[in-house]
């Protein structure tokens, strides 16, 4: 509750960042560096990438704003103080981006359940959240998992390991890619 109070404070504020950070752009830039090592032969690869340009149109036309985003929110980056004050750290993602962005990396970054992702979604809110927020942004949780996807295997192709995570940032995109394309198009 105290983190997504923190970051909806953040989202409120008036500060301005001249860099700007979109899930999809990342994903299509670590795309280019994965192609680099040669095909991208991953079973389902295109399959999920196909899913997730459609996403990305439906969320984009939802009409959200941008706003300042850490990008990397998520309790890794929380520093608790004795007397319980947090502060937010490791900037380095940070910039004007789709209001939902946050909440993506929070859900997949902690391994949420879907019930602790929309609990959180609420406290965001401070109410329940309306099924257009929800919709928008768990689409944000897997644009989120897609793009560090994306990252993981450029990672792995140039000979880093990043384990258990790469299949994590998959799992959030495959697994709510039809869920959350489904609450778009049949509604």
């Given at each position: 509750?105290?983190?997504?109070?923190?970051?909806?404070?953040?989202?409120?504020?008036t500060a301005t960042l001249k860099r700007h950070f979109d899930f999809f752009e990342e994903g299509l830039s670590y795309e280019q560096l994965l192609l680099e090592h040669g095909p991208i032969q991953v079973p389902g690869y295109y399959e999920l990438r196909n899913k997730i340009v459609r996403l990305k149109e439906y969320a984009s036309a939802d009409g959200y704003p941008d706003c300042v985003s850490h990008n990397d929110f998520f309790p890794l980056n929380f520093l608790v103080e004795e007397d319980g004050q947090m502060s937010l750290i490791d900037w380095e993602y940070a910039g004007m981006s789709d209001v939902a962005n946050d909440f993506g990396t929070f859900t997949v970054c902690s391994e949420l359940t879907e019930e602790r992702a929309n609990q959180a979604l609420d406290y965001y809110f401070g109410r329940s959240a309306t099924f257009e927020e929800r919709r928008h942004f768990w689409s944000y949780v897997v644009l989120a998992g897609w793009c560090?996807?994306?990252?993981?295997?450029?990672k792995e192709a140039e000979g880093d390991n990043v384990g258990e995570w790469l299949f994590i940032y998959y799992r959030y995109a495959i697994d709510y890619i039809d869920k959350v394309l489904g609450w778009y198009e049949n509604n």
């Open positions: 509750k105290r983190a997504m109070e923190m970051c909806r404070q953040l989202h409120e504020s560090w996807y994306i990252w993981s295997l450029a």
